[in-house]
């Protein structure tokens, strides 16, 4: 990358047992880039993704995010991202506004700081009265708007996105890729895992995990171009599932 990159990532490391789930990982990530973090199940994505977040301790290597080195600096590389996973985002009993609130709270932000932000968010994507309804009554794809907006709260770096558009149509996915676009040319760093190949093909680079091993990293039209085939899926079928 030409740009200054803001994770960089050296042989990190988890093994549990006797069992390697992430196998000397080694990569960077540019400012603003959208990188996506691509894997089969149990490839070693998550165990990856929660060393790179600061909640789970390398075994061996090092990763700096934003600034801080996650073994010695975790709480700071906290402050500095925002996280949105299907399985863990919004309270469902709570309303969009007090959702705003907590999670504001949680970042640190004050009183006038989250009333303003709140009404940023409600705006800019056209909420409206709905500001007040449960978030478990909302359709999943407005779960997932509104779960990504949150995660933005406290002006993060960078924001990690653990399948997050899980379960939704391809409109809403697409939708939801325009946010993630917009936050990108603002500057965020965006580094997401997905199930969904044609998401890999929006990222600006991809790698692929095998095993607990980055198997191939790059662009997608050079993997495309590498594994001589029109599409990531098939370069996903190639290298994830051994498929000719
Ligand atoms: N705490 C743990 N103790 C033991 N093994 C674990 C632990 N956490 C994860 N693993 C194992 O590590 C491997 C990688 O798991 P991980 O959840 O990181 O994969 P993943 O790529 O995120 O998969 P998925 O797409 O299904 O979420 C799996 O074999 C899993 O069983």
């Known amino acids: 990358m030409n740009k200054e990159n803001i994770i960089t990532v050296k042989n990190l490391t988890k093994t549990f047992g006797d069992f390697t789930a992430v196998d000397k ?3 960077e990530v540019g400012k603003g880039e959208v990188f996506g973090f691509l894997g089969a199940n149990g490839a070693g994505k998550t165990t990856a ?3 790179l977040i600061g909640i789970s301790k390398p075994t061996q290597g090092h990763a700096n995010v934003a600034g ?3 073994l010695t600096h975790a709480e700071q590389v906290k402050m500095n991202i925002g996280y949105m996973s299907q399985r863990f985002s919004l309270y469902n009993d709570l309303t969009i506004k007090e959702n705003i609130t907590f999670f504001g709270g949680i970042y640190g932000l004050t009183a006038s700081t989250i009333r ?4 940023a968010l409600i705006d800019e994507l056209g909420l409206g009265k709905m500001a007040d309804f449960l978030v478990g009554s909302l359709p999943l794809g407005w779960k997932q708007k509104v779960a990504f907006s949150v995660a933005l709260l406290h002006n993060p770096k960078i924001i990690f996105l653990d399948e997050p558009t899980g379960g939704v149509d391809p409109i809403t ?3 939801f890729w325009e946010m993630i676009y917009r936050e990108a040319n603002r500057g965020v760093t965006i580094f997401v895992t997905t199930h969904y190949m044609d998401e890999a093909e ?3 680079r991809v790698s692929i995990m095998v095993a607990g091993k980055i198997e191939a990293l790059d662009t997608p039209k050079n993997l495309k171009e590498q594994y001589q085939v029109d599409s990531m899926n098939k370069v996903f079928l190639k290298l994830a599932r051994n498929v000719d």
């Open 49 to 51: 993704m929660k060393m």
């Open 25 to 27: 990982l080694t990569f």
């Open 202 to 204: 929006y990222c600006d």
């Open 68 to 70: 801080f080195d996650v």
């Open 173 to 175: 996915r697409r939708q």
């Open 116 to 119: 303003a932000k709140s009404k």
